[in-house]
Each structure stands twice: as C-alpha cells, then as structure tokens.
C-alpha cells in the first residue's frame, strides 16, 4: 500500500510540475531584416512590434528571446540570412517585405513564417489566398499594387496640371512590378504619361533622378521598397534639389517627402506580435488568414512645400490627415 502511495504521489508531482515547464519554455523568435537596425524608422517599426509582444505577457529573456539578422540594405544577402535563423532552429521566423518573405519561404517550409508587412502576397505567389494562407506564412500585407496606383491619383489631384509622372522602383523587389501594371491603368484614364525608372539602392539615386529629370517628368512616386525607406534622406536631398515633387510612403513624408500616403506600417508591425502570439499558443499560420491594413494616412510636409515653391489646392490640404510643419 505504501508503495502505490508513494507512486500516487509522484505521478502528481509530475501532473503539477508539467505546466510549469511548459510555461517556463522560451520561445525563439527569429527576425529577418532588409535594411539595419540603426535607422529610426526601422527603430520606431521594431518598438511598434516589440510594444505588441510585451502587451501580451511577453518579456524578452523571459519566455521569449529575438535573434535578429539584418541584410544592410543588401537584398542578396537576404537568403543565406534566412538560412542562418532557420540553422539557428528558432521557433518563428518574422520578416517583412516581399523579398524578405521570398527569401524566409526558400529557407525553411516548416518554420512558421510571420509576415509585419508584404506588398501583395497573392500575385507574388507567396500564398494561393488570404483566408487560408496554407502552408506556413501568415502575418499582414498591405497590397502595394494599389498604394502605387493610388499615389498617382494623388500626385494629379495635388497638382492638376501636370502631365509626366515618373514612378522609382527596385527591381530586385517583385512588388516592384504589379505595382507599375496598375499605376499605369490609373495613368491611362488620368490621360498623364508614366515613366518607370530603377533603382538598386541609394547609390543608384544619383543616376535615377537625373533619368527622372530627362524623361521631363514632373513628379516621382516612390515605391514603397525598404531601401527607398531606409536611404530616404538621400532621395529627398536629390529631389528637392531637382525641385522635383514627391509622394511615396507615410514615413517617406516624415523623412522629408512632399506627400505621404498608405498604410501606418507601425500598425501592422504591432499586429504582427498577434500573429506571434497565436502560433506560440499553437495555431497554425496555414489557418491564420492574412489580414488587410486598418489604418491609412495622408500626410504633407509642408517644409518640403516651401523648399519646392508648391503651393497645393485648398481641397487637397482639406484631405490630409496631417501637416508636418
């Protein structure tokens, strides 16, 4: 009898421990990043995600740990960076931007995968849908095709008479291109001339411009790239000294851009330590339906107005959501 007490006894302390060890168990997240961790956009974005986690019980070395790799605006690094987390068997790889989900997709398809913020999903051929992503990536995309188009509509409205408009791309980003397709189709109606140009990165801002200023466009809508975001101060510095009129992203506008239009990336950066939290908690992303942004911005700076000599229409400013000073 005493015998069966005492095994009694030890399956109950195995009963009590076992929760214990299960909520002891620090999970590993890995974050593949396109630019650096220095840039202050990059720091807010990551704050905005890391505020998320913490608002949901996680605390860093606790029960949750980040192994971060950075490409430095490098995208052919991308991969092998990939790679390097999966080796590193973390339990969720988090990344953002359709290169950035390319390269998590060839590195590992086991490892959940938890997009912040990817252009279009769908047409890039990461997911066959959103509501049953299958699969392992989930997370949150922003549909870039329609921003571009979207920016053009804006960049005509802001300034009515004007007739070339140039859009900048990366071409190793392939958001970059039904992104083009579709501020064309607006262009075509607008009856306004669309010129596309490239860029790799910031050392190639020089020579896209100047191709900018030939092609006797009169505006330029950026491509919402993380290079382009990262590097912004040099495209800005080049354009307003080509006088040249520029939309591109809500954090393009706090840079020092013209106009921003688009998603609040630091939204969706927040968002995505739900979709961390739901697969630590056992969900699987294939079940995880990409979700579409809440939030949209329009922003001027007006400092960049005054630089530039632009004064835009009463009707336009009634618009925006906000004037930077």
């Not at 007490?5 to 399956?11: C, D, G, S, Y």
């Not at 214990?20 to 995600?49: D, M, W």
């Not at 300034?159 to 397709?181: F, H, T």
């Not at 990336?265 to 995505?272: E, G, P, Y």
Request: proline share 5%; net charge positive; aromatic share 6%.
């Amino acid at each position: 009898m005493a015998g069966v007490v005492r095994a009694l006894i030890a399956f109950l302390a195995v009963l009590i421990a076992t929760p214990a060890i299960a909520q002891s168990k620090v999970s590993r997240i890995g974050f593949l990043g396109l630019s650096t961790a220095k840039t202050p956009v990059t720091l807010t974005r990551l704050e905005a995600f890391r505020a998320g986690l913490r608002e949901l019980g996680y605390v860093e070395g606790k029960n949750i740990s980040l192994e971060f790799r950075w490409a430095d605006n490098d995208y052919g690094r991308l991969p092998g960076l990939a790679e390097e987390l999966v080796r590193a068997k973390v339990d969720i790889l988090v990344t953002y931007a359709t290169p950035g989900a390319m390269a998590a997709r060839k590195a590992t398809r086991s490892i959940p995968i938890v997009l912040a913020s990817v252009g279009d999903p769908v047409s890039t051929g990461l997911v066959p849908n959103l509501a049953r992503p299958g699969g392992n990536i989930t997370g949150l995309a922003m549909f870039t095709p329609d921003e571009m188009a979207k920016r053009v509509e804006l960049l005509k409205d802001a300034l009515p008479d004007i007739q070339r408009i140039a859009v900048l791309i990366n071409p190793n980003n392939a958001s970059s291109y039904p992104g083009v397709a579709r501020a064309r189709q607006v262009a075509g109606k607008l009856k306004v001339h669309l010129l596309a140009v490239e860029a790799r990165g910031a050392a190639d801002f020089e020579r896209a411009v100047a191709e900018v200023v030939k092609g006797r466009a009169e505006a330029l809508v950026v491509h919402e790239d993380p290079i382009f975001t990262a590097e912004g101060r040099k495209l800005i510095a080049l354009t307003i000294r080509h006088r040249l009129p520029t939309i591109g992203a809500v954090s393009f506008a706090e840079t020092g851009g013209m106009i921003g239009n688009g998603v609040n990336q630091n939204d969706l950066f927040h968002r995505a330590a739900g979709y961390v939290d739901q697969i630590i908690k056992g969900a699987r992303p294939a079940d995880l339906a990409i979700q579409q942004p809440a939030r949209f911005e329009l922003v001027v700076n007006q400092s960049t107005l005054t630089a530039l000599g632009v004064t835009l229409p009463k009707a336009f400013l009634f618009r925006t959501d906000r004037i930077i000073d």
